[in-house]
């Protein structure tokens, strides 16, 4: 869904903008990119691989620049000594290593073989059983790691201090080697190339896996998560030329894959999601101002009250929530990458109220449209219905959806936070959630297609009835949400999804202002009822300051006259809220007394 | 010295001891544990790429390719592709999952509906 990533790219490039921040990001990314992409096990080398094991290597570079003549086995590191380079068919032998509880006294053997391999022993057990002082049976227990740690231990500020730099660039090793291992197994089950004509060989770049190509081809997968300043949402190309071999930089002749762009915007992107988010928040700041005050309107005047109203006020109530939940979900989770880090079980239960209220918002709607259909297509404009079927439907059927993916997703799928939107898991709630939009849907144009065939009955002019079905529409689809169901896709532009994303969030997050608007302030009634309390009111104060019989009476008649239209209205309800207009009124009215005479 | 053949000798001979001897310590089952396993692969990766470094040879490449490939049929042939990172449960899980909401949800729906039309009746 179009949103969703809408919102994933708000979340990831929050989350990234602030650990880059707090963090030194590795090496300038735009150089890297046409060297080794691996650079960053460079820095903790010395860390990885042990002093002696370094000094053999050294000596391994070394190596192979003077001809021998004859067979020899080539220079080895078996894991804690360095063989240096042995003629075929000896014996080569040097002392134990300096490591606790070795004798250095001791000598280890190895044997180079006529054709120059390496006989290589099977176990520790032989290998080292000279070296070792104690008993025997302490052999199989001894891991190999541990020999290692005496070394590294050397250092252990280095070690004890996890800084978050340390943690970061650990967790992008982490994921990137396992890429690495997936990529590997991958291409081993893979089925062999079977087409014909050249081709690259399927590969390891480094970062990412690539299949077998045919020659000619660009071939293409989105950016890899690894850093924070990629942007999962671009792609990278790697070109296979016509010979068959993968593209090499011309600077630096190595294979090369374009990851150029996964960081070219990022900066104007995290510009844009700054912007989103800080508009998401007011959103919702203004959509919650605005549904308290019409809440507040739609109590305090008890004329009001009908059963339409009863259902505003409760889909008013699950917007407040909503977008209280959704304000504390912004500030203290996504804008925070410690508390995602530290993983408290408080933000998996915001998690999972967050989903219940985005539930209950959409279910409103759907209960909204159910008592529409019901009063104008199945039974037209009787009063009573019982509300408790539309409570449960509301307010207590979104828990099922909410703890079935509260289940589903500690058991499977349990990230940090439950921030993760590259799970399937999230249709647990978004199925029925356009479930129910789709069921809106039908409902709408229902009762647009009723309201549209009554219109034409009552023989008015065609451009007038259209009119009025499309106003009427208009006004009911940010009531019924079903902005969600038509724009589903994001388009591939950048500037036309530049656009999409600013429409899209704006509907989102305004919703709660504008269904505020459209339902309560833009209401003939309320308007109606709040111009009448503002002129009891100036007409009480009026009396306060001048006190003379003759405007008492005047007051008195002005109340009195106030009365009546309220109790008019409230047997119009259902017909006037309609629309929400009041000048509207006149047609339906008509339409209600054909009813009546038909 | 430009990047020769013998980058392939050198990691066969300079780094896959290492890890042979990392994965006999473990039990053969055990080759399919990730965590067990993480560590050693990690220095094999870095072992290679040192030795690329110190040949001058670009890291990776065809060689280190087919040198993890022969590693992975030796020591990874018969442990199950997925199980690494986070995961998606298998469909037969998740289909489940998540046609059963939709199911109820539509169920329920239909109920209000029903129930708000045969109080029509009543009334």
Redesign the interface.
């Known amino acids: 869904m179009g949103w969703q990533e809408t919102l994933w790219l708000l979340t990831s490039f929050i989350l990234s903008v602030t650990k880059a921040g707090t963090t030194e990001t590795k090496s300038e990314p735009t150089a890297d990119l046409s060297l080794?992409p691996?650079m960053m096990?460079?820095e903790g080398?010395r860390l990885?691989?042990t002093q002696s094991?370094y000094k053999?290597?050294?000596l391994?570079?070394r190596d192979?620049?003077h001809n021998k003549t004859g067979l020899f086995c080539?220079?080895?590191?078996?894991?804690l000594l360095c063989w240096d380079e042995t003629p075929a068919g000896t014996f080569a032998s040097q002392n134990c290593p300096d490591y606790p509880s070795f004798d250095p006294l001791e000598k280890v053997t190895k044997y180079c073989d006529e054709s120059g391999n390496?006989v290589?022993s099977?176990?520790?057990n032989k290998t080292w059983s000279h070296c070792l002082t104690f008993s025997k049976e302490k052999i199989k227990t001894l891991?190999?790691?541990g020999f290692l740690e005496t070394e590294t231990e050397m250092d252990p500020t280095a070690e004890s201090q996890v800084s978050p730099v340390v943690t970061q660039k650990a967790e992008e090793?982490?994921?990137i080697?396992?890429g690495?291992?997936?990529c590997?197994?991958?291409?081993?089950?893979d089925q062999p190339y079977n087409k014909s004509g050249l081709y690259c060989?399927?590969?390891?770049?480094?970062w990412l896996c690539w299949d077998d190509t045919p020659a000619g081809m660009y071939t293409s997968q989105y950016c890899p998560n690894y850093f924070p300043d990629f942007d999962s949402t671009e792609k990278v190309t790697k070109y296979c030329d016509e010979t068959g071999n993968w593209f090499r930089h011309p600077e630096?002749n190595?294979?090369w894959s374009n990851y150029t762009l996964c960081i070219a915007h990022t900066k104007d992107k995290l510009k844009m999601a700054y912007i989103l988010y800080y508009m998401a928040i007011v959103g919702h700041a203004l959509s919650i101002v605005s549904l308290l005050i019409s809440l507040a309107i739609f109590f305090y005047f008890r004329s009001l009250s009908c059963q339409r109203i009863t259902l505003h006020k409760n889909l008013f109530f699950s917007y407040v929530l909503n977008s209280a939940c959704t304000i504390v979900n912004l500030i203290t989770v996504v804008n925070n990458p410690k508390v995602v880090q530290r993983n408290p079980i408080g933000c998996k239960v915001l998690h999972f109220f967050h989903m219940y209220m985005l539930g209950c918002n959409y279910f409103w709607m759907?209960?909204e449209g159910?008592?529409l259909?019901?009063l104008i297509v199945?039974?037209v404009f009787?009063?009573?219905?019982?509300l408790h079927?539309?409570y449960?439907?509301g307010w207590g059927?979104p828990l099922?959806?909410a703890s079935?993916h509260a289940v589903?997703r500690k058991?499977?799928?349990?990230?940090n936070c439950w921030m993760?939107v590259e799970?399937?898991?999230l249709?647990?709630?978004h199925?029925?959630i356009m479930?129910?939009l789709l069921?809106n849907l039908f409902f709408l144009l229902n009762i647009v297609r009723v309201l549209v065939t009554k219109l034409r009955d009552t023989h008015r002019a065609e451009s007038n009835m259209y009119m009025k079905a499309v106003r009427a529409t208009l006004i009911l689809v940010p009531l019924l949400g079903i902005q969600f169901v038509i724009f589903p896709w994001r388009p591939e532009n950048r500037l036309a999804g530049e656009i999409y994303d600013y429409i899209m969030h704006i509907l989102m997050h305004y919703q709660g202002l504008l269904v505020a608007t459209i339902f309560c302030f833009f209401n003939g009634e309320v308007q109606g009822a709040l111009k009448r309390q503002w002129m009891q009111y100036k007409a009480q104060w009026g009396q306060r300051r001048r006190e003379h019989c003759s405007m008492r009476s005047t007051s008195y008649t002005a109340t009195s006259i106030t009365e009546v239209p309220a109790f008019m209205y409230h047997h119009d309800c259902n017909s006037e809220h309609l629309n929400g207009k009041q000048t509207e009124d006149s047609e339906l009215v008509a339409l209600k007394m054909g009813e009546t005479y038909a | 010295m430009a990047c020769s053949s013998h980058y392939g000798n050198a990691i066969e001979e300079f780094c896959l001891a290492k890890f042979k001897l990392d994965m006999e310590v473990l039990d053969q089952r055990q080759w399919c544990s990730w965590e067990d396993t993480v560590e050693s692969y990690g220095e094999l990766t870095n072992c290679t790429f040192l030795v690329a470094l110190k040949m001058n040879c670009f890291w990776p490449n065809q060689m280190v390719d087919e040198f993890f490939i022969r590693v992975h049929r030796h020591y990874f042939h018969d442990c199950s592709l997925s199980g690494r990172l986070l995961h998606d449960p298998p469909n037969r899980i998740l289909g489940p999952f998540i046609v059963v909401p939709i199911l109820v949800t539509l169920l329920m729906t239909a109920l209000v509906v029903w129930r708000s039309k045969r109080s029509e009746g009543i009334v």
Not at chain 1, 201 to 206: A, P, S, V
């Open positions: 080794t691996v096990a460079v080398e990885i691989m094991q053999c290597l050294e391994l570079s192979g620049s080539s220079r080895f590191w078996d894991g390496w290589h099977s176990s520790i891991p190999v790691h090793r982490k994921k080697i396992d690495q291992y997936k590997f197994e991958k291409m081993n089950r060989n399927r590969t390891w770049d480094g630096t190595r294979t759907l209960c159910i008592y259909h019901t199945v039974a009787a009063e009573e219905q019982h079927w539309y449960l439907l059927f099922v959806p079935i589903a058991k499977y799928f349990d990230d993760s799970t399937h898991l249709y647990v709630v199925g029925p479930a129910a069921v």
